[in-house]
């Protein structure tokens, strides 16, 4: 067992690793090189607001996220619990019933609306089939291929099975790796009771675990240095008997050469258009089809960010063209069409995150948990081989790693 570990990252997977190992009475030191944990989901200061860079949802089905966020004192009222609902300004609606698996989906579908009644049986039809397959596949194929078999391609694949898989993989769903989608889809639409409920925090993302996590640490006796970037990690080697790389995979070629992947990249951009305190969205979050953006989220019923919106555009697209301005003035737009009635902004951010995630696609090959030099190993979203690269990814690999640590 290691009795001084170092963690290279105060992103979710390194304070998972940290918190695990402090509460275990391991002497462990939290190296962040920026001044506030979180990563790639921390808080952040644009010309003087705090605002989130990028607006995260999590699922009832992320457990291990959910456990160890109650094991460093979140509360849970840090997240709104809804049951699952994807509601479009262009009329389609789908709520999935508070009922066990699968008639809480097959109920929702049963009642859903903007699409016909031949296709929320054909959606009843997909998900009985990928049930009986244990929701897997031979081959790994683009989750548009696997919708085209099934014959959900249509207004249902636009307005449910596109977007989840968008949201969720945060990968085009011409390209993104069904294998991947389909786990997805089991654990939060066929699992226990509350797997699928939307989880939307009400804080900000470095408050909702990392900053609590760095408190847990400090409190059992370990380190947590904000601004502090590591160099070289053979100096962390000679003080520590384990280290846990978990920064993200484009930070590892300063660090591990040679072992650094070649991964592509997806980005995430999150809009933030601040209107009047009166303006409200009639739903916390809504999506639009047919533009750039894919979600909206008000802040105001989440955070307290009384006209405050946030826009969602996952994954590449147009948008990576346009300068800031043009983008913002694009979503003001779109949402403007949506909701009629809506004042001007009184002023909008733009935070584009474009290294979010690693793509999602078939035939990723995701790192070993050892990093091949001894006493080091990995940590963070792109290594869990059975999830997509989400806060729930990030939190089990650091635990994982910390595990190993423990022997």
């Not at 607006?55 to 089905?61: D, F, K, S, T, V």
């Not at 460093?72 to 389609?92: C, K, N, S």
């Not at 053979?234 to 978990?246: M, R, T």
């Not at 969602?312 to 779109?334: F, K, N, P, Y």
Request: with cysteine.
């Amino acid at each position: 067992m290691a009795h001084r570990v170092a963690v290279v990252g105060a992103g979710y997977a390194g304070m998972a690793a940290a918190v695990t190992l402090a509460g275990r009475g391991i002497r462990v030191a939290v190296f962040e090189s920026g001044p506030i944990p979180g990563g790639r989901a921390r808080r952040v200061v644009s010309q003087g607001t705090e605002l989130d860079n990028g607006q995260h949802i999590l699922i009832g089905a992320y457990t291990e996220l959910w456990r160890i966020m109650r094991a460093v004192g979140v509360p849970e009222d840090a997240v709104l619990r809804l049951p699952l609902e994807i509601r479009y300004a262009q009329g389609f609606h789908f709520r999935a019933l508070w009922l066990p698996a699968p008639l809480g989906l097959l109920g929702g579908l049963a009642i859903a609306t903007g699409i016909s009644c031949n296709e929320r049986l054909g959606a009843a039809r997909f998900m009985s089939s990928l049930r009986r397959n244990g929701f897997s596949v031979d081959q790994d194929i683009p989750v548009t291929e696997l919708l085209e078999r099934h014959g959900q391609n249509g207004r249902i694949g636009h307005f449910l099975w596109r977007p989840l898989c968008v949201s969720a993989l945060n990968t085009p769903a011409g390209q993104a790796s069904s294998r991947v989608f389909l786990r997805v889809l089991r654990d939060a639409l066929d699992g226990p009771p509350g797997s699928s409920d939307l989880l939307l925090p009400r804080v900000d993302l470095s408050r909702l675990f990392p900053e609590p996590a760095a408190e847990f640490v400090r409190a059992h006796g370990g380190e947590v240095r904000l601004g502090a970037p590591v160099r070289d990690l053979a100096s962390l080697k000679g003080e520590y008997d384990s280290v846990i790389v978990a920064v993200g995979p484009h930070q590892l070629q300063a660090l591990l050469p040679d072992l650094a992947p070649d991964y592509a990249y997806q980005p995430i951009y999150t809009i933030y258009l601040q209107y009047p305190e009166t303006v409200r969205l009639p739903f916390p979050m809504l999506g639009l089809a047919d533009g750039l953006v894919q979600w909206v989220f008000d802040r105001g019923a989440l955070t307290g960010e009384k006209g405050r919106i946030a826009c969602v555009i996952s994954a590449q697209g147009d948008h990576q063209q346009m300068q800031q301005e043009e983008l913002a003035a694009t979503c003001e737009r779109e949402l403007a069409r949506a909701l009629t009635g809506l004042p001007r902004p009184l002023w909008s951010r733009v935070i584009a995150e474009k290294r979010a995630t690693v793509a999602c696609v078939p035939g990723t090959k995701r790192p070993a948990l050892e990093a091949g030099v001894p006493g080091v190993y990995f940590a963070g979203d792109y290594t869990d081989p059975d999830y997509p690269p989400t806060l729930e990814a990030a939190v089990r690999s650091g635990v994982r790693a910390a595990q190993r640590c423990l022997g």
